[in-house]
C-alpha cells in the first residue's frame, strides 16, 4: 500500500511538473483554455438564466439528476444500472431534438437578429434605448390627456428615488404605451399614485410622492400637481402630469411646473432634459477633457525638444 502512494504521488508530482513546463514554453495555450472556459460558463449561465421559470427548467434539472445518476452508478460498478442510464441518455439526445423542435427552430431564427445580440450582451445603447422609452412616454401621455385620464408618471435621472419606488407596487416592466395607459385606468388598483421609470424600466406603480407646500404652487392646481412639483423639489427627477379635470400636460422640473405643454414640446423637453445633458453633454465634456490633455503633452513634447 505504501508503495502504491509513492507512486501515486510520484505521478501526481510529475503531472502537475510538465503541465507547468508545457505553460511556461507556451503560454498562449493557458489564455485559449482561459477564454474557452470563460465562454462555456458564459453559456452555461445564459441557459440556465434562460430556461429558469420555462418548461425546459425542469426538464434540465432532469437531464443533471440522470447524469449524476449514470456518473455514481459506473463508480459504484453497478453494471446494469449503468448500461440502462447511459443508453437512455443516448437517446435522449434525440428525444429533446423532437420535444424542442418548435424552440430550437425559434432559436436559430433569431441568429444575428436583436433578440440573438440581447443574448449575448449586444444591446442598443443606454442612449438609444432611453429616447425610444421617451417616444413611448409622449404616446401614452397624448392618449392619457385626449381621453382627460389623471397620470403621474416620474422620470429617475442620476439621483436615485428608491424610497419613493418603495412605496408602490413594484413591477421592473419594460416602457410600453400600451401598459402606461392601462395602470391610470380610473378604478383600477394601480391607478391612483405615480409610476416611477427608472433604468429603463417601470419600476413600480401606485407610488407616493411627496407633496409641494401650498405657498409654492397656484391653488387652482391639484395634487398630482403638487406631488410633481415636490418630487422634482427633492431629486433631479422629471415628472409628467396629466390633467384629470382640463386633459392638459404639465412637467415638473427642478421644483417648476411647465404647464400646458403639447406634444411636441414634451417630447423636446424630455430629450433634452433626460438624454441630451445626461449623455450627449457628458461624451462631449469627456472628449473635451481628452483633447485638452492631448494638446497639453504635445506642448510639453514641444518644449522638450526645443530645450
Given amino acids: 500500500m505504501d508503495k502504491m502512494n509513492v507512486s501515486i504521488n510520484e505521478v501526481f508530482q510529475k503531472n502537475i511538473i510538465e503541465y507547468v513546463q508545457n505553460l511556461y514554453n507556451n503560454p498562449l495555450s493557458f489564455i485559449i483554455t482561459l477564454i474557452d472556459i470563460s465562454i462555456v460558463i458564459f453559456l452555461v449561465v445564459k441557459l440556465i438564466k434562460i430556461s429558469k421559470g420555462s418548461r425546459a427548467w425542469q426538464l434540465l434539472k432532469g437531464i443533471v439528476l440522470l447524469v449524476l445518476a449514470t456518473a455514481i452508478s459506473g463508480f459504484l460498478q453497478l453494471k446494469i444500472l449503468n448500461y440502462i442510464l447511459s443508453s437512455v441518455m443516448t437517446w435522449g439526445v434525440f428525444a429533446l431534438i423532437v420535444i424542442f423542435q418548435p424552440e430550437l427552430r425559434r432559436a436559430l431564427e433569431q441568429l444575428g437578429t436583436n433578440k440573438f445580440t440581447k443574448f449575448f450582451g449586444i444591446d442598443k445603447s443606454?442612449?438609444?434605448?432611453?429616447?425610444?422609452?421617451?417616444?413611448?412616454?409622449?404616446?401614452?401621455?397624448?392618449?392619457?390627456?385626449?381621453?382627460?385620464?389623471?397620470?403621474?408618471?416620474?422620470?429617475?435621472?442620476?439621483?436615485?428615488?428608491?424610497?419613493?419606488?418603495?412605496?408602490?407596487?413594484?413591477?421592473?416592466?419594460?416602457?410600453?404605451?400600451?401598459?402606461?395607459?392601462?395602470?391610470?385606468?380610473?378604478?383600477?388598483?394601480?391607478?391612483?399614485?405615480?409610476?416611477?421609470?427608472?433604468?429603463?424600466?417601470?419600476?413600480?406603480?401606485?407610488?407616493?410622492?411627496?407633496?409641494?407646500?401650498?405657498?409654492?404652487?397656484?391653488?387652482?392646481?391639484?395634487?398630482?400637481?403638487?406631488?410633481?412639483?415636490?418630487?422634482?423639489?427633492?431629486?433631479?427627477?422629471?415628472?409628467?402630469v396629466v390633467s384629470e379635470e382640463t386633459g392638459k400636460i404639465s412637467i415638473a422640473k427642478d421644483g417648476t411646473l411647465i404647464a400646458d405643454v403639447k406634444e411636441d414640446a414634451l417630447k423636446k423637453i424630455l430629450i433634452k432634459n433626460v438624454i441630451t445633458k445626461r449623455f450627449i453633454d457628458e461624451n462631449k465634456d469627456k472628449k473635451d477633457r481628452f483633447e485638452k490633455l492631448k494638446m497639453t503633452l504635445k506642448n510639453k513634447n514641444k518644449q522638450g525638444g526645443n530645450i
Fill in 126 to 240: 443606454i442612449a438609444a434605448k432611453t429616447k425610444e422609452d421617451i417616444y413611448k412616454i409622449v404616446i401614452a401621455t397624448t392618449e392619457l390627456a385626449q381621453s382627460k385620464t389623471g397620470a403621474l408618471i416620474a422620470i429617475e435621472r442620476d439621483i436615485q428615488i428608491k424610497d419613493i419606488i418603495s412605496t408602490g407596487v413594484e413591477m421592473n416592466a419594460e416602457v410600453s404605451p400600451q401598459l402606461l395607459v392601462n395602470i391610470f385606468v380610473p378604478k383600477t388598483p394601480l391607478h391612483d399614485g405615480a409610476v416611477i421609470i427608472s433604468n429603463n424600466k417601470i419600476a413600480a406603480a401606485a407610488c407616493m410622492l411627496p407633496l409641494a407646500n401650498d405657498n409654492d404652487i397656484a391653488k387652482e392646481l391639484g395634487t398630482r400637481h403638487r406631488a410633481a412639483i415636490g418630487l422634482s423639489k427633492e431629486s433631479d427627477a422629471i415628472v409628467v
